[in-house]
């Protein structure tokens, strides 16, 4: 299985999100669009799409995402992925 690059700015947004106390657990190695991450707070679960800068989904992505029966945040910045469990920005 080739690699998956992640996006610069991921292990800054996972640091910020077990900062504040959420369970974070990369799912970027699953490939085929599955999302990057999967996190958990406060007994609830988000799948996020971890993007940096002007990086589009790819169609493996587009494909996963509009398939999928439940949500899943393509997300750019910490404040981004705060705002997705429900803390407001800068916590």
Not at 51 to 56: E, L, M, P
């Amino acid at each position: 299985m080739a690699y998956k690059k992640i996006d610069n700015n991921q292990t800054e947004i996972v640091k910020a999100l077990r900062s504040v106390g959420a369970t974070v657990q990369s799912i970027a190695s699953i490939g085929k669009g599955c999302p990057d991450l999967l996190v958990g707070y406060r007994y609830k679960n988000y799948l996020m799409e971890i993007k940096d800068g002007s990086n589009k989904l790819t169609k493996h992505e587009e494909l996963w995402q509009s398939k999928w029966m439940g949500c899943c945040y393509n997300v750019r910045t910490v404040d981004e992925a705060y705002l997705i469990i429900g803390i407001k920005e800068g916590k």
